[in-house]
């Protein structure tokens, strides 16, 4: 017998309602913010992420599922930002319409140990916006991130905030890093010793608990930005205010990938654990269209991790389908015009079905009970007889007799 492959898992009627239902809300929430829909391939050449995420990076070392073909490399796409920028390039949309709001959802893959929120195969809940550098759109950004969390809906979350500054700044504050660890590398756990040769921003986002206590001493603060980068950070600050949108300033947050500049967030769940507890992140990448062969302009996004999402929102119920209407038939001459019922409710865009397992009367309205069916429609005998069908309200506990011609009006009617 075979079997999924570990770290990947199989959606199953039950659950898969919570999935469209996120899909659903954040559709509708992403409307709302003017942000259109882009869907890239699964699959991209695997420079595109080496180049746009840095060889340094864990995703890059560790995690990129990847394809060879001949003289080809290719990668199954471990993150949405690369591939977003990459159409975003290829299609122009630089000069038409030049600045855009973009969002995505979608497969991920990454290929690492599998544990609570992290799979090989995940999801992502994605937006870009790109074309600004402008305080402006990190505030609406990180509102919108917001206003996601509020609808789903999620509480008890935290908003941490940070600035990485532009390029120079970043190369200052590896330099900091460099000098203040320089006399602690020993004391390091052993990924952090590789991060401080290869990739030091990480050694300030380690879970690693002596780690964490070395970090808390350096004390670095916003020593390393300059006076523009400061500015622009206040002024994404004063807009949360405000917006009175709760958040926290962490020195130490930094991100996992090199693309990042200036403003970087993320949104912590405590449901999740202390290893895993981001249900999303983002920040700006200023940088990276032009490296990716387009125009320099700003950039900034973010994304959810629907998986995680959903162990947030463990609490919250869906409600049923409650205007399922179910068809009972009674002998076979009932059956043949309980199909062509059931195709005119369709029709009529009403949720139906029908008992196709020939049960009894009992077995057939229990069905429908454990289905959440709001009505269920008899045709019997009489039924056929008078050209009528008897309705059953589940809710009420009441029944009537009606006319098959007013049905979908009677149904539809209904409160």
């Excluded at 970043?170 to 000098?179: A, H, I, T």
């Excluded at 709001?374 to 007889?385: A, N, R, T, W």
Aim: include cysteine.
């Amino acid at each position: 017998m075979f079997k999924r492959i570990p770290g990947t898992k199989d959606i199953l009627p039950g659950e898969i309602e919570f999935w469209q239902k996120i899909a659903q809300t954040s559709r509708t929430i992403f409307k709302v913010h003017n942000y259109h829909e882009i869907c890239p391939p699964l699959i991209e050449e695997a420079a595109l992420f080496n180049r746009s995420l840095g060889e340094a990076t864990e995703i890059i070392r560790k995690q990129m599922f990847i394809i060879k073909k001949e003289q080809d490399t290719y990668a199954l796409r471990p993150e949405g930002t690369a591939s977003v920028v990459r159409a975003y390039i290829e299609n122009n949309l630089d000069k038409d319409p030049g600045f855009v709001k973009l969002y995505y959802m979608g497969s991920m893959f990454r290929c690492e140990r599998p544990q609570k929120g992290r799979q090989r195969e995940f999801h992502h809940i994605g937006c870009e916006a790109i074309g600004s550098y402008g305080p402006e759109i990190d505030i609406e950004i990180i509102a919108l991130a917001d206003n996601l969390l509020t609808a789903y809906p999620i509480k008890g979350y935290r908003l941490i905030i940070n600035s990485l500054g532009c390029a120079k700044d970043k190369n200052e504050l590896n330099s900091l890093l460099k000098e203040r660890l320089k006399d602690k590398t020993g004391e390091l756990c052993e990924d952090c010793k590789v991060r401080y040769g290869q990739n030091i921003l990480r050694v300030l986002d380690c879970k690693n608990e002596s780690c964490r206590e070395i970090v808390e001493q350096l004390d670095i603060a916003d020593s390393y930005l300059c006076p523009e980068c400061k500015g622009h950070f206040n002024k994404v600050k004063k807009g949360l205010d405000i917006l009175k949108i709760k958040y926290e300033v962490s020195p130490n947050l930094v991100r996992g990938l090199d693309y990042y500049t200036r403003t970087v967030f993320e949104i912590k769940h405590p449901d999740l654990g202390p290893q895993q507890d981001a249900l999303g992140a983002g920040g700006r990448y200023d940088n990276l269209v032009k490296e990716l062969g387009g125009p320099e302009t700003g950039a900034i996004g973010f994304a959810f991790g629907v998986e995680r999402l959903l162990l947030a929102q463990g609490q919250i119920q869906l409600d049923k389908l409650e205007d399922l209407v179910y068809i009972i038939t009674l002998g076979d001459p009932a059956r043949d015009k309980g199909l062509e019922l059931l195709q005119g409710l369709r029709k009529a865009g009403i949720p139906s079905d029908t008992d196709y397992e020939n049960r009894s009367l009992k077995g057939a309205m229990r069905k429908a009970n454990d289905l959440g069916a709001k009505f269920v429609l008899i045709i019997g005998e009489d039924e056929l007889k008078e050209a009528s069908v008897t309705l059953k309200d589940m809710a009420k506990s009441t029944q009537e007799k009606i006319s098959q011609a007013k049905l979908i009006d009677r149904i539809k009617s209904s409160p």
